[in-house]
């Protein structure tokens, strides 16, 4: 059964950093494209990054370019968001899913839109 679950939420002062982790089990890694979306209280779901299964090659959303990058460990079937100079408005539920965005698990670039697994979520604040 294919399963997410994400860890590493909490809470954390702007300017510092956190990495979120996405534990997958059920299927490889290298057989789907997996992503990271975060939503806040009021506002839509919002794609952030996406790493590709077959190569690990990656796409980060503009809004977190140059502060956020997506990784993965295959060994341990694990996705991780290393999330550096957060801002309050990086306050959200960040979600990690996994699909076949284009029929394989490349991140192309509408990834966002063919997510078919989820995890339930870790909750991010930003706050001093």
């Known amino acids: 059964q294919v399963q997410l679950v994400e860890s590493g939420g909490g809470l954390v002062q702007p300017g510092g950093s956190l990495r979120l982790s996405c534990a997958a089990s059920?299927?490889?890694?290298?057989?789907?494209?997996i992503g990271w979306f975060r939503q806040a209280p009021g506002k839509e779901r919002e794609g952030l990054s996406c790493i590709s299964g077959s190569d690990g090659r990656t796409r980060h959303a503009d809004s977190v370019k140059g502060r956020f990058t997506i990784s993965r460990d295959n060994a341990k079937n694990t996705v991780y968001l290393q999330m550096n100079s957060l801002k309050p408005e990086d306050t959200a539920v960040y979600y990690c899913a996994a699909g076949r965005p284009y029929s394989s698990s490349w991140c192309g670039p509408i990834w966002y839109d063919g997510m078919d697994y989820w995890g339930k979520g870790t909750l991010v604040t930003v706050s001093s």
């Open positions: 059920g299927f490889s890694l290298e057989h789907y494209a």
